[in-house]
């Protein structure tokens, strides 16, 4: 009995060691500790955020509305909903969000121009080209103030 107490309490010690009636073919693996592999491709440093695309500003500005019209419709039906509403909208009305996209466009085209020049990114180049992984060192890009409520705006999904 104190040898098979002894087996027992080693076990709950540690649970990673094969049982007599185990199955051989088991192997579990310590969660947590992944090492980081030598070879493979390096992460980018984070590029700056694309700017919404006209629809998505129009959808993103009625959805809330439409769907207090509509709470009993499902979501892919109130997305069918908001994109005739914008196929329906006057050109006036839709070129207020493509200006608001086209001004976005050129502040994001400027970072993306910097971020391109950024010692951080040319050193993911380099080591993309060789294959070596690269430790980042998180850079902030320049604030550029941004007009009409922007990127300020909540986002959500």
Same mark, same amino acid.
């Given at each position: 009995?104190?040898? !098979?107490?002894? #087996?027992?309490d080693?076990? *709950? =010690?540690?649970?990673?060691?094969?049982?007599? @009636?185990?199955?051989?073919?088991?192997?579990?693996?310590?969660?947590?500790?992944?090492?980081?592999? !030598?070879?493979g #491709?390096?992460?980018?440093? *984070? =590029?700056?955020?694309k700017?919404?695309?006209? @629809?998505?500003?129009?959808?993103?500005?009625?959805?809330?509305?439409?769907?207090?019209?509509?709470?009993?419709?499902?979501?892919?039906e109130?997305g069918?909903?908001?994109?005739?509403?914008w196929?329906?909208l006057?050109?006036?009305?839709k070129?207020?969000?493509?200006?608001?996209?086209?001004?976005?466009k050129?502040?994001?085209?400027?970072?993306?121009?910097?971020?391109?020049?950024?010692s951080?990114?040319?050193?993911?180049?380099?080591?993309?080209?060789?294959?070596?992984?690269?430790?980042e060192?998180p850079q902030e890009?320049p604030?550029?103030?941004?007009?009409?409520?922007?990127?300020?705006?909540?986002?959500?999904?």
């Open positions: 009995y104190m040898m !098979a107490q002894k #087996t027992q080693e076990v *709950k =010690a540690n649970p990673f060691t094969h049982q007599q @009636y185990g199955n051989n073919t088991f192997n579990p693996q310590k969660a947590g500790t992944r090492t980081i592999p !030598a070879h #491709t390096p992460k980018p440093p *984070k =590029a700056p955020e700017p919404l695309m006209p @629809y998505m500003r129009y959808s993103r500005r009625v959805w809330d509305q439409v769907k207090n019209e509509n709470p009993e419709l499902k979501l892919w109130i069918r909903i908001i994109g005739q509403m196929r329906d006057a050109e006036g009305e070129s207020e969000f493509t200006d608001e996209y086209e001004s976005e050129v502040e994001y085209d400027a970072k993306l121009k910097f971020y391109h020049n950024s951080a990114y040319q050193a993911y180049i380099q080591a993309k080209a060789r294959g070596t992984p690269v430790v060192e890009l604030t550029i103030p941004v007009g009409r409520g922007g990127k300020s705006a909540e986002r959500r999904i």
